[in-house]
């Protein structure tokens, strides 16, 4: 009877040990000096500093149906950073510097190079996020997903001293809320995205929309923007003048704002103060979406909210254009509950 | 023109609610003291307790295609510990206790009923292991997963005094290797696991088979035993006499056991020395693997590897026989390198 081995139920372990040597020069260089050890350990060792009163804050998060983006246009080298933006952007907003990152990815059949490209958008987007990479799993999962195709799932932890965590009790009426730019479409609303720009225009991927100046895959790809570098200097420099930060992830202002108040409070946003991307405007057009939905699906051009002490607008408004980020003043908190839009922008 | 909406796209929020519904319970009976907040926060919050110089440990990982047996039966409240032993299993072998945990759950279809089986499982796997389930992710990603199908992966993050790692550098010749029992195949090999029963033999997953008093579904689903509850116990009492501990996953004895080893040791393992479950021997026959294939693609039978010193071996025995712990002495600790294997069972 014939034999059977692992490999010929097509796990490569060969292929996996060339994607570790390919990708571990990149892994190495997101190293910061507590990581202890090296690839191939069990765990990922990362030796904490002193803190009075260390709260450890993490996260997960995938990149969704993004991913069928980067299949489509058959380029992996930005999707890695998307699995990082999404989380390190979650823990972001109560205050915390990330510290360390593992990815599990899984993968149909393991294409070494494939891996390496994934695995390089994750490592840049660590070492831009000041996290060290210690850790992660790359499954090949044979008959699950198909040839070519992919999940990715990250994790992120980061610290902050228990007195300088951000909660949503420093929120008081008559803060004002300014906005960070998104780079595009982040990571979600995607499953959306795909059906009014696949299903309904019939595009293509590499189609050139003239009104972007880019092709339609380009524009869709771009990867999630990194808030780390911007905010956590902020937070820093402005401690407790900082109230609180939103992360426009899923469920965009509707859902996420509110995570960031306490009961009884409420936002007013004009949607006249930032200029909306072009593609959030083109994808409302062709879907006909409301604006309802496209400010409860997208981050429509605002990725990340901060909540800020009126006193204290100025100064960070100085801080923000010395530092050569744009920002956008887009709103108030006020009495009440839930976030009202108004202004013409995204308007039905 | 007809308004598109996120939900007309596939995703469902509302389903996503009455998940979160139904799984916040479960998830809070897991939380430890040191847990702040609740579920909904961006991140998962953990106040770490006092240590001289912790060392945090993580680890990621999925359960591969055991999945497609958890599909086959239509059974999903196991999966989820598997999901939390692969993690724990890993973090523990460095002498770690798990403090936290989160999953990535990527579904085809999200149907509240399944996702709750599915969580119910994580949970009660981070209460016998200690660990909060302090996070997670649910992504319905249409068109990406079959109904009925999805992903899962872990993330557990421990915590160990710097002066209590357990590194390699403790262990020695003469060492003796002390086994402990698996609870049968874990979550490693089924790629090869499938194609023997399914594609080789034509099983169905409710085919009983006489040899394992059961279905071959039941046995291949059985979940990943969880370690710390035996193993933590054993560190904290024997501490430096315990000089290493192996996860025999991926990569069988071969490839795991010499990530335990300083360069220039290696050991020798005798077969004969426990008793092989019977799947391992039905797996062997059918597919007619080789020995070393087995060894390095199983368990076959032990889960979990102690390095321990020689002079304490009888008093940890007596410990792990007073607390009803069954255990092998397998193996020794000798000069050279690599895991060799000698004895009758699981010859070719």
Same mark, same amino acid.
């Given at each position: ?21 390919? #990708? ?9 000096? /507590?990581?202890?050890?090296?690839? =191939? ?17 993490? @996260? ?11 299949? !489509? ?5 930005? #999707? ?14 109560? @205050? ?57 799932? =990250? ?22 809320? #300014? ?5 595009? !479409? ?9 059906? #009014? ?28 923007? !990194? ?14 003048? +900082? ?13 996420? +704002? ?10 007013? +946003? ?54 050569? /980020? ?23």
């Amino acid at each position: 009877m014939e034999q059977m081995t692992y490999k010929d139920s097509g796990v490569d372990i060969d292929a996996g040990n060339e994607s570790v040597r390919l #990708i571990k020069n990149f892994v190495r260089s997101t190293y910061r000096p /507590e990581v202890l050890g090296d690839l =191939g350990g069990f765990g990922g060792l990362f030796a904490l500093k002193n803190y009075d009163e260390p709260i450890l804050i993490s @996260g997960t998060d995938g990149v969704g149906t993004k991913l069928k983006i980067a299949f !489509l246009l058959n380029k992996h080298d930005t #999707i890695g950073q998307d699995a990082v933006a999404m989380c390190v952007n979650d823990i972001l907003v109560q @205050g915390a510097e990330p510290l360390f990152f593992l990815d599990y990815l899984a993968v149909g059949k393991l294409v070494p190079e494939q891996v390496a490209d994934i695995v390089r958008g994750v490592a840049n987007a660590c070492k831009e996020s000041g996290c060290a990479l210690i850790g992660g799993e790359t499954a090949e999962m044979s008959g699950f997903y198909s040839e070519g195709e992919y999940d990715i799932a =990250g994790f992120a932890v980061g610290v902050v001293e228990k007195k300088s965590l951000i909660t949503s009790a420093r929120v008081k009426v008559g803060d004002v809320v #300014i906005g960070l730019p998104s780079s595009g !479409l982040h990571s979600n609303g995607f499953s959306l995205v795909r059906k #009014i720009v696949f299903d309904r225009m019939k595009f293509k991927g590499d189609e050139k929309i003239s009104e972007l100046g880019k092709t339609i895959g380009e524009e869709l790809l771009t990867p999630t923007r !990194l808030y780390p570098a911007t905010c956590l200097p902020l937070i820093r420099k402005f401690g407790e003048k +900082i109230h609180g930060l939103v992360h426009i992830t899923g469920g965009g202002f509707y859902e996420n +704002i509110p995570r960031a108040l306490p009961d009884g409070l409420g936002v007013t +946003i004009d949607a006249d103060k930032w200029t909306v991307p072009k593609i959030f405007g083109l994808l409302q057009e062709w879907g006909n979406v409301p604006r309802r939905e496209m400010l409860r699906t997208f981050n429509c051009g605002i990725g990340m909210i901060l909540i800020v002490d009126e006193n204290s607008v100025d100064e960070l408004g100085k801080h923000l254009t010395d530092s050569g /980020e744009e920002f956008y003043t887009i709103g108030r908190v006020v009495e009440g509950n839930g976030v009202e839009v108004i202004g013409g922008n995204l308007k039905d």
